[in-house]
C-alpha cells in the first residue's frame, strides 16, 4: 500500500510537469523550425511540433533524480537510460534534418551492444522450438537483433495520433502491474513516472494543441520499452519464484503486433519489387484508416488487439508449450489484418463503383 502511494504521487508528479513543460518546448521547437510539414503521405494540414519524445524523456528523468534512490537506480537502469537518451538525441537530429536510415541503425546495433554487454540479456528461450538456455555469443547476437528490431518496429507504428503513446502508456502499466506482484519496486517506480509523463503527452497529441512523438519520442520510448522487458524477464528468471515464461510472454504480447506488422510490410514491399524501406501506406494503422476508423479508435483499437494477445497468452500458458502460443498469437494478427484487408477492397469497390455511376 505505501508503494502505491508513492507511485501515485510520483506519477501525478510527472504528469503535472509534463503538462507544464510540453508548451514551453513546442514553443522553442516551432522557433527552431523542429515540426512535422505536411506531404502526400501525411493527414495533418499544418506544421505540427515534433516534442513528446523531449517532453516525455526531460519529465521522466527529472522526477526520477528528484525522486530519491539515485544509487541504486544508476546501478540498476544506467546502461538503459544512458543508451536511451543517446537514441533521443539521434531522433531529434533525425526530425531535423533526416538523418540517413543506414547510420540510424549503426547507432542502435551499438547501443544495443552496450545494453547486452552491460548484462541486460536475453538468455533463455524459455521452451521456444524446444530451446531454453543459449550459448553467450548467441545471447548477445539475439538480444541486438530484438532492441534493434522491436526499436525500428516501434517507430513504425508512430502514423496516427496517440498510437505510440497509447502503446507506451499500456507497456508501461504491464510493467507497474508486474511489478507489484514481483515485488520489484524500482521497476514500479520507473513505470509510474513514464505512465504520468506518456499521460501529459497525449493530452497534447489527441487535442487541438497538437504536437507529435517525433522518432525521437518512438525510438527512445521503444528502446525504454525493450530494454526494460528484456531485464525484468532475465531478473525473474533468476528469482526462480514464478514460472519463468511470464515474463517472457509479457515481451512477446506486448511487441507482437509492431513487429509482425512490419514484418509483414516489408515482405510486401519486396514481394512487389520495392525496398523493404520505402515507405507507404500499407501498415495496420492505415489499413484501419481505410476501414473508416479515426485516428483516436485506431489508437484504442490496436492497444486493444495488444491487450486481446496478452490475455490470450496468459490464458494458454498452462494448457500449451510457449510455442503454440506465439503460434496462436501469429494467427490472430494474421485473421486480423485478412479482415482489415477484405474491408479495404470492399470499399475501394464500392468507391469505383459510385464514381462509376456518377459518369
Known amino acids: 500500500m505505501e508503494n502505491s502511494l508513492e507511485f501515485s504521487l510520483i506519477g501525478i508528479l510527472a504528469l503535472v510537469l509534463s503538462i507544464l513543460f510540453i508548451p514551453i518546448i513546442k514553443s522553442l521547437a516551432v522557433k527552431y523550425n523542429l515540426v512535422d510539414k505536411p506531404n502526400y503521405r501525411k493527414v495533418h494540414a499544418t506544421p505540427v511540433p515534433l516534442v513528446g519524445g523531449i517532453a516525455i524523456a526531460i519529465t521522466s528523468f527529472i522526477v526520477l533524480v528528484a525522486s530519491g ?6 546501478k540498476e537502469y544506467l546502461p538503459i537510460l544512458t543508451s536511451g537518451a543517446i537514441l533521443l538525441i539521434v531522433g531529434v537530429i533525425d526530425d531535423k534534418n533526416d538523418v540517413p536510415a543506414k547510420y540510424k ?11 547486452a554487454f552491460s548484462g541486460t540479456r536475453i538468455t533463455s528461450l ?14 548477445y547476437a539475439l538480444t541486438i537483433l530484438v532492441i534493434t528490431g522491436v526499436v525500428n518496429a516501434f517507430n513504425l507504428m508512430d502514423g496516427v495520433d496517440g498510437l505510440v503513446g497509447g502503446l507506451s502508456l499500456l507497456g508501461f502499466t504491464m510493467f507497474l502491474v508486474a511489478s507489484v506482484f514481483y515485488e520489484d519496486y524500482f ?43 528484456i531485464q525484468f524477464m532475465e531478473r525473474e528468471q533468476i528469482s526462480k519464484d514464478y514460472n519463468y515464461a511470464y515474463g517472457f510472454l509479457i515481451l512477446v504480447a506486448f511487441f507482437s503486433i509492431p513487429v509482425l506488422d512490419s514484418l509483414r510490410v516489408y515482405v510486401g514491399r519486396m514481394k512487389q519489387g520495392n525496398s523493404p524501406f520505402k515507405a507507404d501506406k500499407s501498415h495496420l494503422h492505415h489499413l484501419l484508416l481505410a476501414a473508416g476508423l479515426t485516428h483516436k479508435r485506431i489508437s484504442l483499437v490496436v492497444v486493444l488487439f495488444c491487450m486481446i494477445l496478452f490475455f490470450v497468452g496468459f490464458g494458454l500458458i498452462s494448457f500449451f508449450s510457449t510455442t503454440i502460443i506465439i503460434v496462436a498469437m501469429m494467427a490472430i494478427f494474421w485473421a486480423i489484418v485478412k479482415l482489415l484487408l477484405m474491408i479495404s477492397s470492399l470499399n475501394d469497390w464500392s468507391k469505383t463503383i459510385k464514381a462509376m455511376e456518377q459518369q
Open 69 to 74: 534512490n539515485k544509487l541504486t537506480i544508476i
Open 187 to 229: 521497476l514500479g517506480k520507473l513505470s509510474a513516472i513514464f505512465i504520468g509523463s506518456i499521460i501529459g503527452f497525449l493530452k497534447f497529441n489527441l487535442s487541438k494543441k497538437k504536437i507529435f512523438m517525433g522518432d525521437a519520442g518512438s525510438l527512445f520510448l521503444g528502446f525504454i520499452l525493450v530494454t526494460l522487458g
Open 105 to 115: 541503425l549503426i547507432i542502435q546495433l551499438i547501443l544495443s551492444y552496450i545494453v
Open 126 to 139: 524459455y521452451g521456444l522450438l524446444g530451446i531454453y538456455e543459449i550459448s553467450l555469443w548467441m545471447q
